[in-house]
């Protein structure tokens, strides 16, 4: 363990945090210095950079990620190539941040979920909750030649979680304010909300995936352009169409909306049979792909403003809009009106980058277990207790 005492013996650190969303546009990369662990933390990023996927990569990942495609052959060799790509991404912004592999301490890596698997099901007569994130942890660290913490989910799992949602506690650490109820709301293909109150009691806070953010609107979208395109930039197509409440209605007759937290949700839910289901469902009534667009971006934004109305226990005074659903004007102004008692805002409102902030958790994540602290939330993933997520790779 002399590469650890090493490493948290040091009054700052440099931290690469590593994340590929369920959009599945590419790897995030984070620079960033981190001081201090638990309440003491403070991580100032220093640098971000996004390395695309290209199209038929993407496609790839994706049929992979639906569960029922390419077997063990593919999900092993995805999982290297991942690890290759992710060691890329770090060298990549290593340059771009003007430092060497050696002043890098440690790497969080959240890997790329191909399967999620939050319900509990029978399987071989055991009732069996189940999670896969690959990016080979091994193929970074000896890129980089640093220790790397990743799959950070499954230790969670085995303790009766969710595994989902982790970024909550690092909220927790970087954003909890005495007196003030502050909730943030990170929309990037799912949606997902925590919920900080003013006393910053760590056992009272609330976290849980609200529903879809991006991933349908993204898929719409592609449709629309014929693959051109893969998100819909700054909201124009849903600004320049309408709602069609009749689709609207249907939509939110959606039992996962009203389910009770603990709760989270994926690509498994909403992903390639949802939006076929949709699609199907728009053209039956005669309604335009960009209607459809249009009342898919306030699905979101209701169901974010349908879940923080049911469940959280006061009305926050802030919610801070963070992940790609930030550069949406559109849906941001659906949020907006949804909830007139509560300050809406975003990262960059705060000086802070809303598409660098998952990758900054998993930095944040990986500190926490360098120190041996607990880096779980158990009142968000449903956990029995808490547990230190993340294995090491030396």
């Known amino acids: 363990m002399d590469f650890i005492d090493k490493i948290t013996q040091k009054s700052k650190r440099l ?39 290209n199209d038929d990569f993407r496609t790839h990942l994706l ?55 939050p319900q509990e099901e029978i399987y071989f007569d055991y009732p069996i909750i189940s999670t896969l994130q690959i990016g080979e942890a091994s193929v970074i660290s000896e890129h980089i030649g640093c220790p790397v913490v990743s799959d950070f989910r499954v230790r969670d ?17 970087l954003y909890s304010k005495v007196g003030k109820n502050i909730a943030l709301q990170n929309i990037g293909g799912i949606s997902n909300i925590t919920y900080l109150p003013s006393d910053c009691d760590i056992n009272k806070i609330l976290a849980f995936d609200t529903g879809v953010g991006n991933m349908v609107i993204d898929a719409l979208v592609s449709l629309y352009s014929n693959n051109k395109m893969h998100y819909d930039k700054g909201g124009e197509i849903a600004k320049n169409a309408n709602v069609n409440t009749k689709l609207l209605d249907i939509l939110l007759d959606d039992e996962y909306i009203y389910k009770a937290p603990p709760k989270t949700t994926g690509r498994e839910y909403y992903g390639e049979d949802y939006v076929k289901k949709l699609v199907n469902t728009a053209n039956s009534e005669k309604i335009s792909i960009e209607d459809t667009i249009a009342t898919a971006t306030m699905f979101t934004a209701k169901s974010i403003a349908i879940n923080i109305n049911k469940f959280l226990p006061a009305m926050p005074e802030k919610l801070i809009i963070g992940g790609g659903g930030s550069m949406n004007k559109t849906l941001l102004t659906f949020i907006k009106e949804l909830l007139p008692n509560c300050k809406v805002m975003t990262n960059e409102d705060m000086g802070l980058d809303s598409n660098a902030k998952e990758a900054v958790a998993f930095a944040v994540l990986a500190n926490e ?26």
């Open 15 to 53: 931290v690469i945090g590593l994340m590929s969303g369920t959009c599945t546009d590419g790897i995030d990369a984070a620079l960033v210095e981190i001081e201090g662990s638990y309440t003491n933390t403070k991580a100032n990023l220093k640098e971000f950079i996004t390395i695309p996927y």
């Open 63 to 117: 049929k992979i990620a639906k569960g029922d495609f390419g077997g063990s052959s593919e999900i092993c060799k995805m999982n290297f190539l991942l690890g290759k790509l992710s060691a890329i991404a770090c060298e990549e912004l290593c340059k771009k941040a003007n430092v060497s592999f050696e002043e890098i301490d440690l790497i969080g890596s959240h890997g790329h979920t191909v399967f999620h698997q």
């Open 157 to 173: 799992i085995a303790a009766g979680g969710l595994g989902a949602p982790l970024v909550p506690y690092t909220e927790y650490l």
């Open 369 to 394: 277990t360098i120190f041996n602290r607990y880096n779980n939330i158990p009142t968000a993933t449903g956990a029995r207790h808490s547990v230190v997520m993340g294995k090491i790779t030396l």
